[in-house]
């Protein structure tokens, strides 16, 4: 019976190590402070609530094959290797604005890995799935609504989604510099230009396409839902009001939906937990308030090496009130390591099953590119986190 018990305890870790790491130190925490009627006010149910809405609605397009149909009609347009790349990348930056970092590359990386094996080309597949990794990274951290730790840090920012769009310009835009410098120079300088075959009408990855049964509702019904969630961000509608009939539409209308990743969720609850308490024991919080106040930037991305920028935000949340900075330390911190963001490895799983003799190089690669993009971005948002 322990024997199971261990068992299940090592491969839970090994599944979810993130999660695993902010239940002990929620339960650790526990220790110091034990429940009570102040644990009520720790976890913030709406970031909470509208993350899991904005997750269902982003679920119900990718199954439908919406976001593949999309990028197959732009693919069609191009002919090469290098401009299939320029489209590739570029649908990961783009895209991850508005259906999260994740999900981007949930949808776009399989299609890449097929594409380039179809153009006879997978020596390209390791640079362009880390570009394209590297993209969604940055192109997510433009919106509130690009990854989760966006939607919390804008919550507690209090400030309007044109602000909010405001700060991260600049270092979106320079992002999408370095992302046309790194294919011309990953991409472009390793190959000859050769000719695509039309990908129109293909489909990838298992996804259903335009000639199935009740596409145009179904994507009508999402885009709706989206636009609803994206209100509850804005305050336009209560998040409560925008949760239940996102779960409750899809609930009826399309229950594969609801498959979410509801361990980020747990995670989210955890460190709400772990934050609560560490902030009710003096001497701790003191001392990490001294450590992150004016190094708001620095800590975000150090810490993000370890345990994750969407951990790393939370926690180093609770210890400043300069948000700002915060953001920018997390949307940089996202690059590095492999467990930096959790969205890395979901690129990396899909390079190993593809590949595994490739893990090795992928790793080197991905760690080669991101130190090019981390390099100007924390210069960049130095010098503009002190105006």
Excluded: W
Aim: net charge positive; with cysteine; aromatic share 10%.
């Amino acid at each position: 019976m322990y024997r199971k018990i261990i068992q299940s305890a090592i491969q839970f870790i090994r599944t979810e190590p993130v999660l695993a790491v902010s239940c002990v130190l929620a339960l650790v925490s526990m220790t110091q402070v034990p429940p009570d009627s102040g644990y009520a006010d720790y976890i913030n149910v709406r970031v909470i609530a509208i993350l899991a809405g904005l997750m269902i609605v982003m679920t119900g397009l990718r199954n439908h094959g919406f976001f593949t149909l999309c990028a197959g009609r732009l693919l069609s347009k191009t002919r090469g290797a290098v401009s299939s790349a320029f489209v590739l990348v570029f649908l990961c930056f783009f895209f991850s604005m508005l259906i999260t970092n994740d999900v981007a590359l949930i949808t776009f990386v399989p299609l890449t890995i097929e594409l380039l094996g179809i153009m006879n080309r997978r020596d390209l597949c390791v640079r362009v799935v880390a570009l394209q990794t590297i993209a969604s990274n940055l192109g997510s951290m433009l919106t509130p609504v690009g990854n989760p730790q966006n939607l919390y840090l804008y919550e507690l920012m209090g400030i309007s989604f044109r602000q909010f769009v405001g700060f991260m310009a600049v270092p979106a835009a320079l992002s999408a510099a370095l992302l046309i410098a790194a294919v011309l120079l990953s991409v472009a300088a390793c190959n000859g230009r050769h000719h695509m075959d039309d990908i129109e009408g293909l489909t990838f990855c298992g996804g259903r396409t335009a000639d199935d049964d009740k596409p145009a509702k179904i994507t009508a019904l999402y885009i709706a839902l989206f636009a609803v969630n994206v209100s509850a961000v804005l305050n336009l509608v209560p998040y409560y009001i925008a949760f239940a009939v996102t779960a409750v539409i899809c609930g009826i209308a399309d229950r594969k939906s609801l498959k979410i990743d509801y361990s980020l969720l747990a995670t989210f609850a955890a460190f709400f937990i772990f934050i609560g308490n560490v902030g009710r024991i003096d001497f701790v919080a003191d001392t990490l308030r001294q450590y992150v106040e004016g190094r708001e930037l620095e800590a975000g991305i150090v810490i993000s090496q370890f345990i994750s920028n969407v951990p790393a935000a939370i926690l180093l949340s609770g210890f400043t009130g300069n948000f700002r900075s915060l953001l920018y330390g997390v949307s940089a911190g996202g690059l590095g390591t492999l467990i930096a963001s959790m969205a890395n490895l979901i690129s990396y799983k899909y390079i190993v099953r593809d590949s595994p003799s490739e893990a090795g190089s992928y790793i080197r690669v991905f760690t080669l590119q991101c130190m090019f993009f981390l390099v100007p971005l924390y210069i960049v948002m130095k010098v503009i986190s002190g105006l």
